[in-house]
């Protein structure tokens, strides 16, 4: 079994800085890619920051210049630095990762959520 284990969130002011992180434990596997999303109470989940084993990184549109993906591979873990934080960037925010297991390809995974509060 692999488990996603996020810490991080909290509460920061406008303007203010956090950093989450999401390590990957269990049982054999390797990392295809791991990312982030968010969700706010009435919406859709939605994918913030987005890294490929590759090092391919994908950004929504309202983080780009703020936010920054990268991992550590010795680790299994990656780092969301979210910089220049907006009261819209407020929510739930999902480690989400994509896994090779012994038994299959490219599983899905998800971590607990991590609450993430900007004031303005």
């Known amino acids: 079994q692999v488990q996603l284990v996020e810490s991080g969130g909290g509460l920061v002011q406008a303007g203010g800085s956090l950093r989450l992180s999401c390590a990957a434990s269990g049982r054999a596997f390797s990392i295809n890619a791991m990312g982030w999303y968010r969700q706010v109470p009435g919406k859709q989940r939605e994918l913030v920051a987005s890294l490929t084993s590759g090092g391919s990184t994908n950004y929504a549109d309202s983080v780009k210049g703020r936010f920054t993906i990268s991992r550590d591979n010795a680790k299994n873990t990656v780092y969301l630095q979210m910089n220049s934080l907006k009261p819209e960037d407020t929510g739930v925010y999902y480690c989400?990762?994509?896994?090779?297991?012994?038994?299959?390809?490219?599983?899905?995974?998800w971590g607990q959520g991590t609450q993430v509060t900007v004031s303005s």
């Open positions: 989400h990762a994509v896994l090779t297991v012994p038994t299959a390809l490219d599983v899905d995974y």
